[in-house]
């Protein structure tokens, strides 16, 4: 299921970082966090009250002049509104409201996403209470009063965010299509994918209706199957100037996956493969999503009979957290290969969603411990009691064993190649669970 997305966006100095990282740092726990990604606090997950969200810091404003600044904060808004659920528009009471504010609270309301309306520095709830009433003149809905530093507060705020949830996961537990969302840096291709897939014969592209998604989604009629492409708006309209930027293509990139059951990771031939395609590989990768690794302009490169192979093992080398990912080597400008990725994308959604036997599965497991030994560790070794399978998407393995310390993550890892050998699972990762049974 996907989580729900909650953007913070507000003026230079108001607090966004203070709360961001009171979020995600305080008695919040963060339930994963990926090296690099996170360095600068773009995105995190959140657990409040049993409910998980990721929360985007739009961030990044230079402060400037204050037309810079409007212009800035109209962008960040605009991110907002293209990838967020729920939108914390946040405000200073020191500083009072200010005309970029009302601004900025215009575009919200235009854009009828939720917004939960959030006033900081509210350090004294009993003095301060009294310049809070005036941020009703937004229109934007009641505010909600919080000191971001003294972590006053939040809880009524996240209780406020929290409400629009249901909404969210009601609207997407409903739909069954598959989703797939094509991410990659900037100019490897992505719109241009998009905009041939789209414009293919034998597609038919119709918007997406009645979901609060409509404006950035595509639902895509292939061999009379029903797909929907996530934020295709957002790679249409070509926001270049953010996409530029690497904040927002992570934004982006992490906003999409989060939502999808399927990820295309576009590769630029021409430049090779490189570390931030890692990164973005990895947020597919760290959410259990399906994954294709679309290696594209692939018209463009001068192949003889070993290309194929060296690009194969280059992909490989750099993601190589991920080697279940399929590959395929295609070209939007001239089409090649486009129309195999449908048949790629099913084939990953398949074995996202297979259930293996039990016995089956204890067969294959009792057959890898004979040929390799268990590790051990002061006498001790590794007993394997039990597998099974608990749920899928990505499809997920519980391991009772006698001691978990002993299960090594090397050993776990030949576990999962032997199932691999036998059912394959191309296309998805696979998550193993270590429980102990005394
Ligand atoms: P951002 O530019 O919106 O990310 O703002 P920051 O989080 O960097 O905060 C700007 C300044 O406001 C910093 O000096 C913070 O210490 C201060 N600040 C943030 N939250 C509060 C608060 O709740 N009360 C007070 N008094 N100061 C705060
Ligand atoms: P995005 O930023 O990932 O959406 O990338 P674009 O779709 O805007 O493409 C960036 C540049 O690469 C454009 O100049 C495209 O014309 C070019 N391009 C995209 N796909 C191909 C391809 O398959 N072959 C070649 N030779 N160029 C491509």
Redesign the pocket.
Known sequence: MSKPIVA?V????????????SLAGGNISIVKDTPGVTRDRIYADIEWLGRNFTLI?T?G?E?DSSDVILSQMREQAQIAIDTADVIIF?T?V?QGLVDSDSKVADMLRRSHKPVVLVV????NFDKLMPDVYEFYNLGIGDPVP?????K?GIGDMLDEVSKYFDDVEAEEEEDERPKIAVVGKPNVGKSSIINKLLGENRVIVSNVAGTTRDAIDTQVTWDGREYIFIDTAGLRRKNKIKEELERYSIIRTVTAVDRADVVVVVIDAVEGVTEQDAKIAGIAHERGKGVVIAVNKWDAIEKDDKTIYKYTNKVRETLSFMPYAEIMFISAQTGQRLSKLFETIDMVLANQAMRVQTGVLNEIITEAVALQQTPSDKGKRLKIYYTTQVSVKPPTFVIFVNDKELAHFSYIRYLENKIRDTFGFKGTSLKFIIRERK
Do not use: M, Y
């Open positions: 913070i507000g003026r230079p100095n108001v607090g966004k970082s203070t709360l961001f990282n810091d961030g404003i402060p946040i200073d020191r900081n520095k509210v350090d919080i000191s971001a530093s003294s006053l």
